[in-house]
């Protein structure tokens, strides 16, 4: 494996490093206030499209999108260090058009979408026009197993009807989310993995209704947000099957391993700052007659944290770099131990900062509050840790049986 990045990548590592510097750091701050003025926080902050068309015309958009003439032409390892410098800010994936769910929403339509789709939901997600949700997971079943959901998506001549409760649709409150992927039952006596379908659901069609918003430790991340919807008996035309019936979950093979590794490469990112603003903190504080940074148990903060992130930045390009060279399918096991990994190694490292900061730690004046409660909810989302645990130990021992045999 040749981790060397090649001088394309060297350059948009720079120019992304010198776009956060100069243009996203310094608006994090008049983000949130933007967000607070208006009395409305469901409402986009004007400098977001600002600073999406600055982006834009540095050519730092849609660099996520692989083996296409839509995004940014990088594979996954290429893709890999620029994605975690976006990962150093809770704005920054969407200033360049990285923002999950629409990347994974993105890749779906590219990858398995017609053309009349591409053209009426791929193209606008690819300008930064609309934005997108995925509703997979529902409220009344363990969605750790996902056959179990309940939604069903049955057809009728020309149309589908959809009915069902789903939540945690990421993106739903945004004003500008025009669509929703929705996955479902549609084939029940078929195979147990061809079952389900995924389907395009436009957010303004009768019966669609999103009933709540959903906080994540307290925070409510609008605009963006986490919406429980209800599906009631909505009825779309055919043509917005993705792919074909029974192929759903074919299609979230394809759409989660990426989506998987972009959060384990964005939580490298938050590591990364976390562990910067803790040393820049001890170094300025003083107790009992010197700097924070003298103090032995610091020092192992330090250490741990650089030796855990570097550990979890080589998976994080092993898994890159098989899903590039022999597939999602082969890389399975190396995608499951990254997203394990990673969270729990940037949950430490943003907890040891905290600690370093005291009670600024836990405010908002500084970012660390809000990585955290980020990044204890992705040992959750795209699977919980438990489960991707077990499929490591599945295929480590079927490895070992083959052996043996």
């Not at 990285?98 to 690819?126: H, I, S």
């Not at 699977?383 to 599945?394: I, N, Q, T």
């Amino acid at each position: 494996m040749d981790f060397q990045y090649s001088d394309r990548v060297r350059k948009l590592i720079d120019q992304l490093t010198d776009f956060m510097e100069e243009v996203v750091y310094p608006n994090e701050a008049v983000y949130m206030e933007q967000l607070r003025e208006g009395g409305d926080r469901w409402q986009v902050p004007p400098v977001m499209e600002e600073m999406k068309k600055k982006a834009r015309q540095a050519g730092l958009w849609n660099l996520f999108l692989p083996d296409s003439d839509h995004g940014g032409g990088l594979n996954n390892l290429e893709y890999a260090p620029l994605c975690e410098v976006m990962g150093r800010s809770a704005i920054a994936p969407e200033v360049f058009n990285c923002n999950a769910p629409d990347t994974g929403n993105m890749e779906v339509l590219e990858r398995y979408g017609t053309e009349e789709q591409k053209q009426r939901w791929l193209r606008p997600l690819l300008d930064g026009e609309i934005r997108s949700c995925f509703s997979m997971t529902e409220p009344d079943v363990a969605s750790s197993d996902a056959t179990n959901m309940e939604t069903t998506i049955t057809r009728d001549g020309d149309e589908y009807i959809i009915n069902g409760r789903k939540w945690w649709s990421s993106g739903a409150g945004d004003p500008r989310c025009r669509i929703a992927i929705v996955m479902g039952r549609s084939n029940p006596d078929a195979p147990r993995h061809e079952q389900h379908s995924m389907i395009l659901v436009p957010l303004d069609t009768p019966g669609v209704r999103i009933e709540r918003m959903l906080p994540v430790f307290g925070y409510d991340h609008a605009p963006h947000g986490h919406g429980e919807i209800v599906y009631d008996q909505v009825r779309v035309p055919r043509e917005n099957m993705i792919w074909g019936e029974g192929k759903g979950f074919a299609i979230a093979q394809g759409r989660l391993g990426p989506g998987r590794i972009h959060h384990c490469m964005r939580l490298i990112g938050a590591a990364e700052r976390a562990l910067e603003l803790m040393t820049d903190r001890v170094k300025k504080r003083v107790a009992f007659g010197k700097p924070l940074s003298d103090q032995g148990v610091i020092r192992e903060w330090i250490a741990d944290s650089r030796i855990e992130i570097e550990q979890a930045r080589l998976l994080t390009l092993k898994a890159a770099y098989m899903m590039d060279t022999v597939g999602n399918r082969v890389a399975r096991k190396e995608i499951s131990m990254i997203k394990v990994v990673a969270p729990n190694v940037a949950q430490r490292v943003i907890d040891r900062a905290i600690q370093a900061f005291g009670g600024a730690g836990v405010s908002d004046d500084v970012p660390l509050a809000a990585m955290w409660a980020n990044t204890r909810t992705l040992r959750l989302a795209d699977g919980p840790d438990e489960v991707h645990r077990r499929a490591v130990a599945k295929l480590e021992l079927a490895e070992r049986e083959k052996v043996i045999r």
